[in-house]
């Protein structure tokens, strides 16, 4: 059964920092790109940051410069260090494993909050 956990979220002040964690259990984990979406009240949900297997990332245009995407294969898990927080930062992260080539996969884990407020 995979299962992916995503803690770390929080209530922070604009300018904060918050650092999200996804442990992944069931799959590979190297074999699979790990990837933060969000989602805010009333807005479509839209990639973060990805990280590859391929020891790539990528980020949305929004938080460059400000997050930060890492991944320990070693513990199987993902990172997301968010930097110098913005009210509009403020939704739900979700914590995404991806493989397109076989044997695939896509999962997602249960999400956290993170609220951006002063």
């Known amino acids: 059964q995979v299962q992916l956990v995503e803690s770390g979220g929080g209530l922070v002040q604009p300018g904060g920092s918050l650092r999200l964690s996804c442990a992944a259990s069931?799959?590979?984990?190297?074999?699979?790109?790990m990837g933060w979406h969000r989602r805010a009240p009333g807005k479509q949900s839209e990639l973060v940051a990805a990280?590859?297997?391929?020891?790539?990332?990528n980020y949305v245009d929004s938080v460059k410069g400000r997050f930060t995407i890492s991944r320990d294969n070693d513990k199987n898990t993902v990172y997301l260090q968010m930097n110098s927080l913005k009210f509009e930062d403020t939704a739900v992260y979700y914590c995404?494993?991806?493989?397109?080539?076989?044997?695939?996969?896509?999962?997602w884990g249960q999400g956290t909050q993170v609220t951006v407020s002063s």
């Open positions: 995404n494993a991806d493989r397109r080539s076989p044997p695939r996969g896509n999962y």
């Open positions: 069931g799959i590979i984990f190297t074999m699979y790109t």
């Open positions: 990280f590859t297997s391929g020891g790539i990332t």
